[in-house]
């Protein structure tokens, strides 16, 4: 059974920095692309960033562009979200997702994935 485990949430000043990880275990890491979103409640839970197998293809939503960074390490079956110039805007809870089906085109959408971490929150305080 695949499991996802996040870790490297917290609080933290706007302005400041953290770094997501997230260890996939009962699969084989490369298979998958690997994704992060984020939902804060009452609203989806919405894509931020995502990456292919060989990390050749990556995708960020808008709001991430220029500020965030993913990247895995397939020998630590492991994906990364640096974040960096965090805002307020960016406090919600960070979810990690996982995906081995085909795709002509890298997956964005929460239905696209089939297994997700328990999540992560992170607060970004003014």
């Known amino acids: 059974q695949v499991q996802l485990v996040e870790s490297g949430g917290g609080l933290v000043q706007a302005g400041g920095s953290l770094r997501l990880s997230c260890t996939l275990s009962g699969g084989s890491f490369s298979n998958y692309y690997m994704a992060w979103f984020r939902q804060v409640p009452g609203k989806d839970r919405d894509i931020v960033a995502v990456i292919n197998w060989n990390s050749d293809t990556i995708q960020y939503a808008d709001s991430a562009k220029g500020r965030f960074s993913i990247s895995r390490d397939n020998t630590k079956s492991t994906v990364y979200l640096q974040m960096n110039s965090l805002n307020p805007e960016d406090t919600a809870a960070y979810y990690c997702?996982?995906?081995?089906?085909?795709?002509?085109?890298?997956?964005?959408?929460?239905?696209?994935?089939?297994?997700w971490g328990q999540g992560t929150q992170v607060t970004v305080s003014s």
């Open positions: 997702a996982a995906d081995r089906k085909l795709h002509f085109s890298p997956p964005l959408y929460q239905y696209n994935y089939d297994y």
